[in-house]
Each structure stands twice: as structure tokens, then as C-alpha cells.
């Protein structure tokens, strides 16, 4: 089946530094539709950003990904990380999205704490 | 535009005990989701519907958890006789039914089995 791999834990960083959240995934599927989602404390998750085409950047709130079809990768990426950005961070994995479905498979999440 | 709700917000039950949540999602959007999210993991697809039609509930353990959306509107996912391995929140979210849709998540319930 289809799994969605994430730099696990915590990944602590002193604000205004930049980071790099790691997701690669596994699929059968030629095209799925890859997201970003982010989950702040005691709240539910929301989407920060998608993509479904190989190769293009995507950008959201100051937060960016490409979808590297060759890699199977889709890391997320942001210059200069802020206090605001502490939250979990799941990559999710849209399998079907040629037939209208958007069953997601999501990553075990990685928590994003700042310091600073 | 209202978004996603769902009650009760808390649950907390004894073993072999039963309890249902309510998902109301956001008008229009045709398809409904359910996710268990244990502690400190990510959401797992428990089921989902279009409209009053399930698609896929292959992750829901069958003999005690069931769910519904019988007008394809509202849903409720029950739980016929709890365990402590069902600890979790429950999130109900919606989308409308095409590929990369957004899924907007209501505050789900936190269910505690004793």
C-alpha cells in the first residue's frame, strides 16, 4: 500500500533560521497529489500547501515545496522560521486522483518547535 | 460559511461501553471523511462516503465501529463496545469530490476508554 515517510519527532530550531522538513513517500500510482498539512496545539489540521505537478514550486505563507516525481520527495522548506511556525507537520499522499477520490494517507508527523 | 462541526467534543467511557459521534460537514461538499489520530501519531482514514454511499471503509474494524450518512449530509460514526485501544481523536472532515481537493477538518472528539 501507500506510505508517506517524515523526518521524525521534534526538530527544534532557534527562530529566524531556515528549515527543512523531509517527506518521501511510496505509491503505485503515476500522479498522486502530495500535501502539506500543519496542526498548531489543541487545534485540527489545515492544508498549508499541495502540488501534483512534477518539478514546480509551490509556495504558501512563507512555506515552500516541490514535488520531485524522481525522488519521490516533497520537503518542506521555509528561509527564516518564525515563533508562529511551532505546530506539527504532516505530509499527506492522495492516491486516486485520477478518479475524483482524495483518500489520504498522511505521514506520522513531524513537531516544529522554535526557540528564541 | 460555517465549517466542519462535530459533538460531542469529549468522551470518556469504561470498556465494552458504546458511543457515537456526529459530523456535520460543510454544505456542498459531497464527500465525508472519518480519522482515528492516537496521540502524537497522524490522522488514519477510518471511512469515508459520497454522498450516502460508502467508498471505502476497508481501515474500519468492522465488528464494533459502524458509520453512516443516510441523506448525505450528516454522518455518525459509532463505536458499539469500546477499548482502550480506541483512545484517540476522532476528526470528521469534508471536501467536495474531485482530486486535490482540499479536506477541511472539523475540532474532532477526544475519546478516552478506561
Known amino acids: 500500500g501507500d506510505s508517506v515517510t517524515q523526518t521524525e519527532g521534534l526538530v527544534t530550531l532557534t527562530e529566524g533560521l531556515p528549515v527543512m522538513l523531509n517527506c518521501t513517500y511510496q505509491t503505485i500510482y503515476s500522479n498522486p497529489f502530495l500535501f502539506w498539512y500543519v496542526q498548531h496545539l489543541n487545534e485540527s489540521p489545515r492544508l498549508l500547501l499541495k502540488?501534483?505537478?512534477?518539478?514546480k514550486r509551490t509556495e504558501h505563507q512563507g512555506f515552500h515545496a516541490t514535488l520531485h516525481k524522481s525522488s519521490s520527495s516533497f520537503h518542506l522548506q521555509k528561509s527564516s522560521a518564525q515563533l508562529s511556525d511551532s505546530a506539527l507537520y504532516y505530509c499527506a499522499l492522495s492516491d486516486l486522483p485520477g478518479t475524483g477520490s482524495n483518500r489520504l494517507t498522511f505521514g506520522k508527523g513531524t513537531k516544529f518547535s522554535l526557540i528564541p | 460559511e460555517a465549517g466542519v462541526t462535530q459533538s460531542p467534543r469529549y468522551a470518556v467511557l469504561q470498556e465494552g461501553q458504546a458511543v457515537s459521534f456526529w459530523c456535520d460537514p460543510i454544505?456542498?461538499?459531497?464527500?465525508l471523511y472519518w480519522y482515528q489520530q492516537p496521540r502524537d501519531q497522524g490522522p488514519q482514514l477510518l471511512v469515508y462516503?459520497?454522498?450516502?454511499?460508502?467508498?471505502?471503509n476497508s481501515q474500519l474494524p468492522s465488528d464494533r465501529f459502524s458509520a453512516v450518512r443516510p441523506k448525505g449530509t450528516n454522518s455518525t460514526l459509532k463505536i458499539q463496545s469500546a477499548k482502550q485501544g480506541d483512545t484517540a481523536t476522532y476528526l470528521c472532515?469534508?471536501?467536495?469530490?474531485?482530486?486535490?481537493?482540499?479536506?477541511?477538518f472539523g475540532p474532532g472528539t477526544r475519546l478516552t476508554v478506561l
Open positions: 502540488s501534483f505537478t512534477d518539478n
Open positions: 454544505s456542498g461538499h459531497d464527500t
Open positions: 462516503f459520497r454522498d450516502e454511499a460508502v467508498i471505502d
Open positions: 472532515a469534508s471536501s467536495p469530490y474531485w482530486g486535490g481537493a482540499e479536506q477541511y
